[in-house]
């Protein structure tokens, strides 16, 4: 697992049903990209975060496939439907295998 | 064809004339968008990306995509060792069919964004953008 992985997530707590929210996330992961080398020129293993997913009560918001070309600690912003109350669940996953996962709840006024 | 010396001197001397060609991305890019679409003929029209015209520091590099009635966004970055930025699926609850993120670009560039549409046909845009600084290593 690489280290000093944390998800941070911004979702507004409340919402009017049938809003359209605005959802920023940023995942702190340094995003090796294959490409470098280090100081003995030797290259240094891919290893970054190849997919994320966002989700609300199990419905699909936004499924992103990322490849190396991600800026370290990938930020994504995008926008989803409030249909009822509910929980957005946010999952990271990394080459290696390792799952990143965050939630946040959000009520309907 | 026969294990000759000379053949031998001849294919050597490609391998090694293969090997040190740079990483070209293009036909790379030809083959993903090939990919992704399936072969169909890729037009113009319900696609938008911003992305800035220089960027200083090309490991972060601010871009968003839109579209209004996309499935799938794919974007490319033509001059990069792997041409393949991010593939972007909205699902149910997409209030937008749209997404910003960060990318790295190792060079000036254009930049690509294809998407599928509801109805199945593929459209393209790009985006040049100037880098200072690239973003690869190396």
Same mark, same amino acid.
């Given at each position: ?15 009017? %049903? ?20 280090? &100081? ?22 936004? &499924? ?10 990938? /930020?994504?912003?995008?926008? %989803?439907?409030?249909?009822? %109350? ?6 990271? /996953? &990394?080459? &290696?295998?390792?799952? /990143? ?9 | ?16 004339? $293969? ?5 070209? @991305? ?11 679409? @399936? =072969? ?10 911003? $992305?800035? !015209?220089?960027?200083?520091? =090309?490991?972060?590099?601010?871009? !968003? ?13 033509? =001059? ?18 749209? $997404? ?5 670009? $190792? ?26 600084? =690239?973003?690869? @290593?190396?």
């Amino acid at each position: 697992m690489a280290k000093g992985v944390k998800p941070r997530v911004k979702v507004p707590k409340t919402a009017a %049903a049938g809003d359209t929210i605005t959802i920023k996330t940023l995942i702190s992961h340094k995003m090796e990209s294959g490409q470098r080398k280090d &100081d003995e020129g030797n290259v240094i293993p891919r290893s970054i975060i190849n997919r994320f997913t966002c989700d609300f009560n199990g419905e699909n918001v936004i &499924d992103v496939t990322m490849e190396p070309a991600i800026s370290t600690n990938p /930020y994504l912003e995008f926008e %989803a439907l409030v249909p009822e %109350a509910g929980e957005f669940t946010f999952t990271w /996953y &990394d080459d &290696d295998g390792s799952i /990143y996962e965050t939630a946040k709840k959000i009520a309907v006024e | 064809m026969e294990l000759t010396r000379r053949n031998a001197i001849v294919m050597g001397a490609a391998a090694i004339l $293969a090997a040190s060609l740079p990483v070209r @991305g293009n036909a790379a890019a030809g083959d993903l968008i090939a990919a992704f679409t @399936g =072969g169909a003929e890729v037009g113009t029209g319900d696609i938008r990306l911003i $992305a800035p !015209e220089i960027a200083e520091n =090309g490991n972060t590099v601010p871009i !968003e995509v839109s579209s209004d009635t996309a499935v799938e966004i794919m974007v490319l970055a033509m =001059g990069n060792p792997t041409p393949n930025v991010a593939t972007f699926k909205f699902g149910k609850l997409a209030a937008s069919r749209a $997404a910003s993120t960060r990318i790295r670009l $190792a060079g000036t560039q254009d930049v690509v964004a294809i998407a599928k549409l509801e109805d199945g046909s593929f459209v393209q845009t790009a985006s040049t953008v100037k880098v200072t600084i =690239g973003g690869c @290593g190396g």
